[in-house]
């Protein structure tokens, strides 16, 4: 079979994902003139949940058009704030613990595998909560069952945090949601969390709030500064908190 000629060019934001060669624009690659155009660009590298448009000559196509010989293509980065079919709703690999503990910190509804539990079942998950999956692992941002995916592109949670802020645009709810297990905090009164309490913490402190799912309690305790600081900066580039109990501990 003739292998079909194409040139194609890749948004820099994509080279991470592709071979040094395929940086260049105008890169020529061959094809077996019956695969999608889709399939041919994760076939080098780049999962399609980090693809935005696909233009061919200047005119944008969809995944599924099978390119011809001298097709001139341009694949670009997803635009942001990224649209998504439903809420924006996360679930984290077991890489990714403290990213997953400051957007349960911003109220962000985040779930997150703690134990690895393999990708199909990741991706299942991801289908069947529809949630969005945050990982840096590229072959599991390739499983056609996913809900939809976002590939974390830095190792730092602090840039892994703003990074997944600035694409997704999730509303930010502060102090709302338990950071151990994603539960909702509730106000709670000091003599209905006593019994979980040491002496020095009921000695110093009147306000708690507790998760409704796991019982964790919460109070503004010594790390409460840190944790505000990131609260602050989030707040103050992405968005404008909703109502918010207490959550330090």
């Known amino acids: 079979m003739d292998r079909t000629g194409i040139r194609l060019a890749f948004s820099p934001h994509l080279h991470v994902f592709v071979a040094a060669r ?5 890169a020529q690659v061959r094809t077996d003139g019956v695969s999608s155009l889709g399939h041919v ?27 011809v010989e001298g097709d001139e293509v341009r694949v670009r980065e997803v635009t942001r704030p990224q649209p998504l079919p439903g809420p924006p709703r ?70 892994q945090l703003k990074d997944v802020l600035s694409r997704f645009a999730p509303p930010l709810r502060p102090w709302t949601r338990c950071t151990a297990c994603n539960g909702v905090l509730r106000e709670a009164g000091k003599e209905a969390v006593r019994e979980r309490l040491h002496g020095g913490t009921e000695r110093s402190y009147d306000v708690y709030a507790q998760c409704a799912d796991c019982g964790q309690v919460y109070w503004r ?13 989030a707040v103050r580039e992405f968005g404008t908190p909703g109502q918010g109990a207490v959550a330090d501990r």
Not at 42 to 59: D, K, M, N, Q, Y
Not at 221 to 233: D, P, Q, S, Y
């Open 41 to 67: 660009v994760e076939s080098l590298g780049v999962p399609l949940t980090e693809v935005g448009a696909l233009h061919v000559g200047g005119r944008e196509v969809p995944p599924r058009y099978v390119p």
């Open 221 to 233: 305790g010594a790390h409460h500064e840190r944790l505000n600081a990131i609260v602050e900066e």
């Open 22 to 26: 395929l940086r260049e624009d105008g």
């Open 90 to 159: 996360f679930l984290l690999d077991v890489h990714l613990g403290t990213l997953a503990r400051r957007l349960r910190l911003l109220g962000v509804d985040t779930a997150y595998e703690s134990v690895d539990i393999g990708d199909a079942a990741l991706a299942a998950r991801s289908a069947a909560e529809q949630r969005v999956m945050l990982s840096r692992d590229r072959g599991l941002l390739h499983r056609r069952e996913l809900w939809a995916g976002g590939y974390v592109y830095s190792h730092r949670p602090p840039e």
